[in-house]
């Protein structure tokens, strides 16, 4: 049942399981840039031989496959063997394994014990001679003639009949002659892992970003269309919140053809700017420019603004047509007809979206099709993107995907991508399976303690923390979730700290985050008078803005590599079940502790119970927990201490644990 | 990276995972005969589309593939399709799941929406009507004419300018119309699983089996060397201690060069009679039997007597050979030679094992040894056995196994291994995943709550249960644990309950565990005075024999399908750590409730605390606990209980929790 497994039975050693690996090698583990990948192998083996190994890596489009040696895992991992390399390059890599019997090393092995014991070892040492002519003979066949002869020399030396027997042991258990042996290995009947294992190696924003949202057109104070050079003056503002990429809802022309009035409602009037997601008109598709916004000179002007702030444009990428899109008279083969020849418009009976066509993606067309779609992405890297926020990836074929994601990194390595799955689990892990760098979440419902620790549990599962890279979202221009509506400006600020530390990614709409616009459609998640149908005014120095709140977090957030990977997340007990308590270790630095008042309303307080040796902590003694957000410090002692947190102030500590302070230099005080 | 996705991106369901399985099919899943294995797979599609599935399953050796509907599992399980199958023949079943867009049921389910909503229909029709006309067509193109005059008849009435709207819509929603549709589905771009799963299937004995190992050379009282008459003569014991395998270690010619005597001796007197595993002598090798046991017409009668009794006879196969068998000289090269031209015997350095020689697998002739090693369980086969216990499998190549079994399966598809696998983890797990039905394992040395409830759990876990069946012994020819040798007769009783309890499969190797004979060689786990290397002589009737309580739970493992699966299992909280408490359910019949007290030396009680819900117990009232050791039936109610177990009497309670006693029969005593 081992296809892996020749017809030559004399294979003996097993290649049990090789990782890391998401179903045994069907889709790619995602890392980043410089990462140390640590490959392991289970190597089974009957009887008592010695095995040897390497990892067989390759690095992304030809690179050529190159061996490192595996060495055990250590005694935790019995049969387990190890071996990390690090990634430095952007793309698909692949690795295998290959392991086989060690004669020679199984022989020294053996031979050391017998020795050891007084037995005797004249037979014993004509075996290890045969075993070293053996090694002799392939170095000399590789070419490495001065291996060959100081082989020989030791073959000849383990049977010299003038050596003394106990020099000749020795020479028989050098580590020279062992390593020499190693270096000329038998692996004829050696046996390879079934099929490499894919690691998908992305930029580093694929694992750590902050994501600002906006609406350009808002941002002509309420009187006119706001344009992109708008934009370029808004960059300074949102560099200032610490966040890294600028996400711009659909910049294209937008339909005219039952446009869609303020309050998602029906009719349009004159000066109703539309929804950018219905995109297409006379002046475009998916590859130009609504002219309200500017020209592509202003949209180069943005990208080099951002680029000078040290933050990247983000483009949503809406794979859907508009009626007055150019496609639709161009291909019409691209969209389903009805028998009446008219278009079919997108529904979700009995809602009917008569402002969008979908694409026929199962078209008789459908290769001219994707690869317009694809073409997409490809103009808008050209004029500099490299991170698209994709919407609804669900209502497209997966097979879709994977081929258009491959295809735009073929040509841009460093593209990021991510997919607002708001759907159910499978498919929202089978995106992230195909390629997708990061993926929207649950979260945005996620607010219980018990909620929030098992949805991260989850989360950080063992295969889908391979694969599935979360991106944390308190609101969207879809989503003001109930938690929000109700609860306050506390509630914006605690879910802000909630999302931007427990996950590496995490992004906000704003500005209507930032000033906690709470105002929503009666029993909807849907924002009143939202920016999707018409342009609002945003004053960002409004006296509830949490400006400096996330300024400050997103600060914590650069300062503290534990922050910039999912690893390392760990949850400690608490006694008020309002107060969720957890530490980040991964990254090197300190270690970081949150603790989170889940309840906008009252002060709570409580007893945490840490996790001593997670953290490092010291078993006895004193540590400084230092607040980053109130810049208090604390002095605590073993496990069980105690927090209180009001709502009112800051919902949160995020505490850096100062393990370093040596006694002695506190000891000077005292001097 | 899908490779089982055609290049026709149209194909847009993806199967996204199919189980059960063992490594992605890499290895079989196991089944017993008549059982039903619950298939089911993970269905991915974009958007609203409805999706029909089959799993096709195929029987062993040349079974044509057949399809079973597949249906949602179920709201737990969004996505997730399931069907079941019988396995009905012994042997490799495999099984894949195609799954497609069903066009029409796509249709129908928004047809429905739109119009209970009151919207258009009459273009709605129109589509419908296409797809019902494309189903007409592929029924006639298969030759169902009357489907495809059906079919057609229903499309003309879609579009009949004569009927009233309503009665089209519910012609259009008429369930007749719906599974005519779908039994001539267009399958054109469906989706197949990447690749069979395989599901062997073997008899009830290699999940539910009593083994009672004995050696007939013992059976002679001491005076004489037994016989296989005198081991028949014994299975009327066995039968009536309810066992169903009886096990002889190795019968065949026992070498005499280097031939061990008393305790593991180097030399052996004149009378010594040597160790059964050092298999060969001038006599014959592993397909003769030892002259002084008797002949083969002995051995048909011994076969017979146990086919007689409802038992079936077991052979120890150990491949090594003693200096003297017939092969060392008949095929020396299947054997490894020194540089002095001495035949290399087992060792572990710096133990020498000189009455034993192993085989060389990967000799040059290893197909024809390997031949001649499967001819040795094909040998035994046509003898009337069809169950082997395999000594050691760990020191022979795991692709050896992979084949042999194969090999001995495909003429005999009955026949039943066990894994004498006392080795590391990896290669216990190996060994299974290639095909042995069971495994010796740890459970001889797991004795607290603590590592059995551990222990259980990990092989409970959801990949191994699924190919590893534990076979537990509380003690074997070579391992008399510590946990034996101190705790007295109690200890023996309490580890015979765990053993018969815990897993479907276990063994005692007898007469010396029913007498509790606990002597030990100094600060080891091996047996004084071993049977090993001497005969014994045993009286079946002494006083400290535990045979009524071995008989009495052998009889209740036989009435109680519970016990006789290894699902099923829960364990139960209770508030001594001496107590263990656990539950089986599986397979019909009252759940099984056991009790057993892990302290042989002192009285034990405690409350205990059930998992009521997963017991299927009354959340309020009573309910009757029957102890089928004692026969004491004591009246419970709600999960928390007390229990108490002396170790001077019986150290467990093993209930049938009799749930059906119905309120309305107790009533009557009242009236």
Known sequence: ?????????????????????????RYAVKRTLGDEVGAWADLVIDGHDQLAAVLLVRGPVGGAWRELPMRPAGPRWPDRWAADFAVDALGTWEFAVEAWVDRFASWRHGFERKFAAGQEIDVELRIGEALVREAAARAAAAGAAADARALTLAADGLVDPAAPPAARAAAALSPGLASLSAAHPDRALSTRSPRPLPVLVERERARFTSWYEFFPRSL????????????????????????DVVY????????????????????????????????????????????????????????????ELGMEIALDVAFQAAPDHPWVSEHPEWFVRRPDGSFQYAENPPKKYQDVYPFDFGCDDWRGLWRALADVFLTWASRGVRVFRVDNPHTKPVPFWRWCLAEVRARYPDAVFLAEA??????????AKVGFSQSYTYFTWRTSKRELEGYLRELRGPELSEYLRPSFWPNTPDILPENLQVGGRASFALRLVLAATLAASYGIYGPSF????AGALPDREEYRDSEKYQLRAWDLVAPQSLRHLIARVNRIRREHPALQHDEGLAFHRCDDDALIVYSKTHG???????VVNLDPFHKRSGWIELDAAA???????????????????????????YVELDPASTPAHVFVIRRQVRREQNFDYYL
């Open 220 to 243: 002509g104070g309420g009187a006119r269309h706001g344009t992109l050079r708008d934009a370029a003056a808004m960059l300074p503002y949102v560099a200032g919140l610490g966040f």
């Open 615 to 641: 953290l490092g902590l010291p078993r006895e003694g004193s540590y400084q927990v230092h607040d980053l957000i109130s810049d208090a410090r604390y002095l605590w002692s073993g496990a069980r201490n």
């Open 248 to 307: 711009l809802p659909p910049i294209h022309p937008i339909g005219r053809t039952y446009r869609k009035g303020p309050n998602n409602s029906l009719t349009a009037g004159p000066g109703d700017p539309g929804s950018p997601w219905a995109i297409g008109a006379a002046e475009g598709g998916h590859t130009e420019l609504h002219p309200e916004l500017g020209t592509l000179e202003d949209f180069a002007a943005l990208v080099a603004r951002a680029d």
């Open 422 to 431: 708001f759907t159910r689990p499978l498919m929202l892990h089978e995106l």
């Open 588 to 594: 090197g630095g300190d270690p970081v502790l949150v």
């Open 514 to 517: 930032e000033l906690c616009d």
């Open 1 to 25: 049942m081992q296809e892996e497994q020749s017809t030559d039975g004399r294979r003996r050693v097993v290649v049990a399981a090789v990782g890391p690996n998401v179903e045994s090698g």
